[in-house]
């Protein structure tokens, strides 16, 4: 499978028919239509219904088409991004895991950056950004150097419908009656869930579940369906809709709870002026 049978078939669904996609494309129908069979023939994928002088896009094919106009728009993006990079002298690349600590991070790097330097955004789970950091530069994890940037606590959302909303503080007795969810977009990341259960006390049996969409959170804790914890401080910059939520301390545990952000570099980078620069727009 290559990227012109791809953006062929995009063109396909676009234009309607393998006739006019042909004709945008100055090549022949034929020529389109057998790349189609080949395409659909390499994905094992009924991608469209064949009708004399007639085609149909399959449900299948609608999905398909969906998923390789997106993964087409951001090759394309990344290949500019690239391009625009490899003539600017001054290049950072800053990763984070969470939307949480890309907020915080978000709002630093607003006022950081100026017209000499290039900035690479990238969004993968800690494991995968310690691993990046620390390959290809002669360094392991330990090695690695980290600066706290931020800290605040973690604090339980409580829907308006459960009683223990009306309360200042949520109650440890009461962290096993509801399941305790948190946010992470990665599939197998267990950093967060790990990180508040050691908060607890071992006589709290929390039932703590990762779920990857944040919207369905809010919604399983607006409705009672379960409690949720946060960052306070971050998670303002995240969820603009927090109606029906109340944001609760949890009780007795001001100081177990706080939680802090941390900047992970490479201390033995040619770039260490540039990373500490950004250290510096943290103070």
Known sequence: MDFEKLKMFCKVVEEGSF???????????????????????ELGLKLFDREKNKIFVTPVGRDFY???????????????????????KQRL?????????????????????????QLSIVHESIDH?????????????????????????????????????????????????????????????????????STL??????????????????????LNKAVAFYPKGLFEYVLTDREHIRYLPLAGMQERSRYKIKVIYNPHSDKLSLIKKLLASFE
């Open 93 to 117: 690349i800053c990763g984070y895991f969470s939307p949480f600590d890309g907020a915080l991070l978000r709002e630093k790097l607003y006022g950081f950056l100026d017209k000499k330097m």
């Open 201 to 222: 006390p071992e006589e709290c049996q929390a039932s703590c579940a990762h779920i990857s969409n944040i919207e369905q959170m809010q919604m399983l804790v607006s």
């Open 19 to 41: 006739q006019k996609a042909a004709e945008s494309e100055f090549v022949s129908q034929r020529a389109v239509s057998q790349m189609m069979k080949k395409l659909e023939d």
């Open 66 to 88: 969906i998923y390789v106009r997106n993964m087409l728009q951001k090759f394309s993006v990344n290949v500019s991004a690239l391009r625009y990079e490899s003539t600017t």
């Open 129 to 197: 950004l310690l691993s990046d950091i620390a390959n290809g530069l002669v360094v392991t994890e330990p090695d690695l150097a980290s600066a706290d940037v931020y800290e605040n606590e973690m604090i339980m959302g409580v829907s308006d419908l459960n009683p223990l909303s009306k309360l200042e503080e949520f109650p440890l007795t009461e962290i096993g009656n509801l399941p305790v969810l948190y946010y992470m977009p990665e599939e197998n990341s267990n950093y967060l869930r790990q990180a508040f259960l």
